[in-house]
C-alpha cells in the first residue's frame, strides 16, 4: 500500500462542558461529552520516495511547520524510528478543509487524530488504539478523543474517556463569523470554574434532545465576541441552542434532517450554516 485516500476526519460537537477545577498546571478540568457527527474534513496520504513530511495543500494562516498533521506525522515519525531504528518513509498530505477554525469543533485535532491512525496504518507501525491516544495528547487535549472513535463522556482535560450513548438526532450548527481563541476563554477572570461534578449515569438518563448541563465556557465567550451571543439568540428560537467548547460555532439538536433543513432556510445570509447527523463511531474505522 502507498497511499491511502478518502480519510474522514470528522468534527465533535461538545453536548455539554462544565468547568469543575484548574490543575497545578494552569489547565482547567472539564467534564464534558464529546459528540461525533458526520461533517468533516477529508484527508489523502501519499508516501513519498524521500523522509520528507509535507502539506499539499495551501492554508491560510496555517504554515506547513505548525500544521496539525504535520506535527502529529512527525511525532509518530519519530516514535517509529525509537522503535524499529527505521525512519519511515516521507508523506504527501492532502486536505479538504470544510471545518472552521476556532469554530470548537475541533478541525484541526480531527485531521491530526487522522493522521495518526492513517500513518499507522501506512507505515505498519503497529501501535495500540491507546499509544497512538498517548502520542496525539500533547498536541491538543481533543486529540485522544478522536482517536477513541466513538462518542464520549470525557473527564481530565478530556483524555479520561467512556464510550456513551447520546440522542440519535440531527444538529444544525451555525458559524457566527469569528474566531473564539481558546487560551482568551479559559484565561477569563470571569469564568466560573467550580460547577459540581456528574456522573456518566446523570447524562445518561437524561439523554433527550433537549441538552443536559450547560457549557461553562460560552457565558465568556459570548461576552467577548458579540457575534457568538448573536448566534445563540438566534437558534434559542428553534430549540436549544449552545455553544460548542470553546467556540465561535453554536448548535441546536432537532429530531429529523427535515427539522434541520427548515431551519437552515431561515438562517441569515450573513452566517455559514450546516446540518450533520449524530455518528457513534469515527468514520475512518469502516476504512482501516
Ligand atoms: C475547549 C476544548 C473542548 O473540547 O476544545 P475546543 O473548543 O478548543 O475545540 C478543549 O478542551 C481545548 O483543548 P486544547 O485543544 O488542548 O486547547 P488549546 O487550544 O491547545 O489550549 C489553549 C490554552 O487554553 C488553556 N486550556 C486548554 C484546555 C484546558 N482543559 N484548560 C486550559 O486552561 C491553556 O492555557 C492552553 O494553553
Ligand atoms: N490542520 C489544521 N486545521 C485547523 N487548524 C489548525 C490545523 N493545524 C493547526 N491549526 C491551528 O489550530 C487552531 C485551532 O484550530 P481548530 O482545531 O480548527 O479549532 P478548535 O480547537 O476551536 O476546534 C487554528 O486556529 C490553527 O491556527
Known amino acids: 500500500m502507498t497511499e491511502l485516500n478518502h480519510c474522514p476526519a470528522p468534527a465533535k460537537l461538545n453536548l455539554f462542558l462544565h468547568v469543575n477545577g484548574r490543575r497545578a498546571d494552569g489547565y482547567h478540568l472539564l467534564q464534558t461529552v464529546f459528540q461525533l457527527i458526520d461533517h468533516g474534513d477529508t484527508l489523502h496520504f501519499t508516501l513519498r520516495d524521500d523522509t520528507v513530511l509535507r502539506r499539499v495543500t495551501d492554508m491560510p494562516g496555517v504554515p506547513e511547520q505548525s500544521d496539525l498533521m504535520i506535527r502529529a506525522a512527525t511525532l509518530l515519525q519519530a516514535e517509529v524510528l525509537r522503535r524499529t531504528g527505521v525512519l519511515p518513509r516521507g508523506v ?28 499507522n496504518k501506512l507505515w505498519n507501525a503497529g501501535l495500540s488504539k491507546q499509544e497512538l491516544m498517548d502520542l496525539g495528547l500533547p498536541l491538543g487535549a481533543d486529540i485522544p478523543f478522536f482517536i477513541f472513535g466513538e462518542t464520549a463522556f470525557a473527564e481530565g482535560v478530556g483524555e479520561a474517556l467512556q464510550p456513551v450513548q447520546a440522542p440519535d438526532c440531527w444538529y444544525v450548527v451555525i458559524e457566527p463569523g469569528v474566531m473564539v481563541p481558546t487560551a482568551a476563554i479559559f484565561g477569563s477572570e470571569q469564568l466560573t470554574r467550580d460547577t459540581p461534578v456528574v456522573n456518566i449515569a446523570d447524562f445518561s438518563s437524561h439523554s433527550r434532545i433537549a441538552g443536559f448541563g450547560k457549557n461553562d465556557l460560552q457565558q465568556v465567550a459570548t461576552k467577548l465576541f458579540p457575534p457568538v451571543a448573536e448566534a445563540v439568540e438566534w437558534l434559542g428560537a428553534y430549540g436549544d441552542a449552545r455553544m460548542t467548547g470553546s467556540g465561535a460555532c453554536v448548535f441546536s439538536a432537532v429530531a429529523s434532517e427535515d427539522d434541520a433543513d427548515a431551519v437552515l432556510e431561515k438562517v441569515p445570509a450573513k452566517w455559514k450554516a450546516w446540518k450533520a447527523k449524530a455518528l457513534q463511531q469515527h468514520p475512518i474505522i469502516a476504512k482501516l
Not at 486536505?95 to 478541525?107: A, F, N, R, S, T
Request: proline share 4%; charged share 15%.
Open 92 to 119: 504527501d498530505i492532502a486536505i479538504d478543509k470544510v471545518l472552521p477554525m476556532g469554530g470548537g469543533v475541533g478541525g484541526g485535532s480531527s485531521d491530526a487524530a487522522t493522521t495518526l491512525m492513517a500513518l
